[in-house]
């Protein structure tokens, strides 16, 4: 079963959303993790990719997963112009069957869900 919503790689085909990462995620990811060296995190919905290079920087090792395709390949072309590296997928992040639970120190959504209405 597939609950994305393709309405939203339209969306962010034409929209540039998503250049800064969310300051309630830094504040919280700076607080309860100093350094994210060794840890492993995932980026739910991860549009543009502006959380996703945020965890980069922090020392995350990263996977991002968006249901758009468009999303996704903004976020590749980012990461590759500031030569920064992550797992980025296209993927339906609510059927995350090939993804093991426990592979992830850290875990954002940042208004995926809302938008999805899940």
Same mark, same amino acid.
């Given at each position: 079963? $597939? &609950?994305?919503?393709? =309405?939203?790689? !339209?969306?962010? /085909? ?5 250049? %800064?990462?969310?300051? @309630?995620?830094? &504040? ?6 100093? =350094?994210?060296?060794? !840890? ?9 990719? #502006?959380?996703? $290079? ?9 996977? #991002?997963?968006?249901? @758009?395709? *468009? *999303?996704?390949?903004?976020?590749? *072309? %980012?990461?590759? &112009? /500031? ?12 059927? !995350?069957?090939?993804?093991? @639970?426990? $592979? ?7 208004? @995926?869900?809302? #938008?999805?209405? =899940?």
């Amino acid at each position: 079963m $597939q &609950s994305f919503d393709n =309405t939203w790689d !339209l969306v962010h /085909q034409n929209k540039n959303w998503g250049v %800064y990462p969310n300051e @309630s995620i830094i &504040s919280k990811v700076k607080r309860l993790f100093p =350094t994210g060296t060794g !840890l492993k995190a995932i980026d739910l919905g991860c549009g543009r990719g #502006a959380n996703t $290079q945020f965890l980069i920087r922090e020392n995350f090792s990263t996977t #991002a997963i968006d249901g @758009s395709k *468009s *999303s996704v390949k903004k976020t590749k *072309s %980012y990461l590759d &112009s /500031q030569e920064l590296k992550a797992n980025v997928i296209v993927q339906d992040f609510t059927d !995350l069957k090939d993804i093991e @639970s426990d $592979q992830f120190d850290l875990a954002i959504d940042c208004r @995926s869900l809302i #938008a999805q209405g =899940t």
